[in-house]
């Protein structure tokens, strides 16, 4: 039996990330804003948000009300505050506040919509959000904070926590509280590039890079 080998098909070229965001083809965005060297990922859609620097989405992502701290890596299939029923009402539906589709008013409900906006989710900076994680509306994630893949988180998660499962659980802390403290307290992710860039190779030894940076 023959075989043909293909290396590779149909694959992207490396991308050049700048000062304006990039956003995949197919990527649907809409009232967001943008930080510096940010990029989104094929097929993930955002509305109502902000994505600081250096922060990225993979692909898959939907997004809704929600402030991305800079760093940030989301993973693919991330949805982050999804859109959610009145259970407290007489019907779960959303014929009531989407009552114009079923021409049951001229227009949709608009103080519902509004109140679902503010309750936004805050994810921080240097976050890692894995593959196939939820994070339900009004949860704050903190800085440096990891969540595993495929958890549903439903509370907030506190810095340099790893979280993970459904409903996600605390798994352990990444670092010891008083280095998770000294890390946050330099505020690395708001240098600018040139200082990101010099001090590169520093980022790669936790003890002396806090020995240089800390406060």
């Not at 956003?23 to 902000?50: I, K, P, W």
């Not at 993979?58 to 029923?85: E, Q, T, Y």
């Amino acid at each position: 039996m023959r075989h043909t080998y293909i290396e590779s098909y149909n694959l992207p070229g490396p991308v050049q990330l700048g000062l304006a965001p990039t956003l995949a083809a197919s990527a649907v965005v809409r009232d967001c804003r943008f930080g510096r060297y940010t990029q989104v990922g094929e097929h993930s859609r955002m509305d109502n948000c902000v994505l600081d620097d250096y922060a990225y989405l993979g692909i898959g992502c939907d997004l809704m009300s929600a402030d991305i701290g800079k760093f940030a890596n989301i993973a693919a299939n991330v949805r982050i505050n999804p859109g959610f029923h009145p259970m407290e009402w007489p019907t779960l539906h959303h014929f009531t506040y989407r009552r114009a589709m079923y021409g049951m008013a001229d227009t949709d409900d608009a103080d519902y919509f509004a109140w679902r906006r503010r309750q936004r989710v805050v994810v921080g900076h240097d976050t890692w959000i894995g593959h196939g994680a939820v994070i339900m509306p009004g949860v704050r994630i903190g800085n440096g904070a990891v969540v595993g893949s495929n958890s549903v988180v439903t509370k907030d998660v506190a810095p340099y926590t790893i979280v993970g499962g459904v409903a996600a659980k605390v798994i352990r802390q990444r670092f010891p509280k008083a280095i998770a403290q000294a890390l946050e307290a330099t505020a690395w992710w708001d240098w600018d590039h040139e200082t990101l860039t010099q001090r590169m190779p520093e980022f790669k030894d936790l003890r002396s890079f806090l020995a240089k940076y800390a406060p």
